[in-house]
């Protein structure tokens, strides 16, 4: 399975996750049954807030799940209908929530967690 996780840095499975999904700069992605890891360049991280195409943002690379802080809500859809699953981080880095994925203790992030703004009263999950 392929677990992505948007962060700010690239330092392998030390990375700290990143807050929000569609402004990463890039994604590392890790293979659960190999442990290899993967750097993504986010290609769509300019977007319009509420306007991020997450197969844009993946480069069409194929993903099982996405561990991240926060989302917004068409982003998970996307993700979602794409067949991949949302979970939110209980951990600083990449390494750390491998470790939580793989014992199934994350959330999965629903509808009502993500992001619905910057601004006051936007209901961020982050």
Known sequence: MKVCF????????????????GTAPLFIV?????????????????????QCNPVRVLGGEQVDAVVVG????????????????????QAQNVKENIALFRNQSLPEFTPMQCCGGHTQGGGCAH
């Open 70 to 89: 926060g989302i917004g809500g068409g982003a998970l859809r996307g993700l979602n209908l794409s067949g991949i699953r949302v979970y939110q981080t």
């Open 30 to 50: 890790v293979d659960t049954e190999t442990s290899e890891v993967s750097v993504i360049a986010n290609r769509d991280q300019r977007h319009a807030h509420g």
């Open 6 to 21: 948007p962060v700010q840095r690239n330092e392998g499975v030390e990375s700290r996750v990143f807050n929000h999904f």
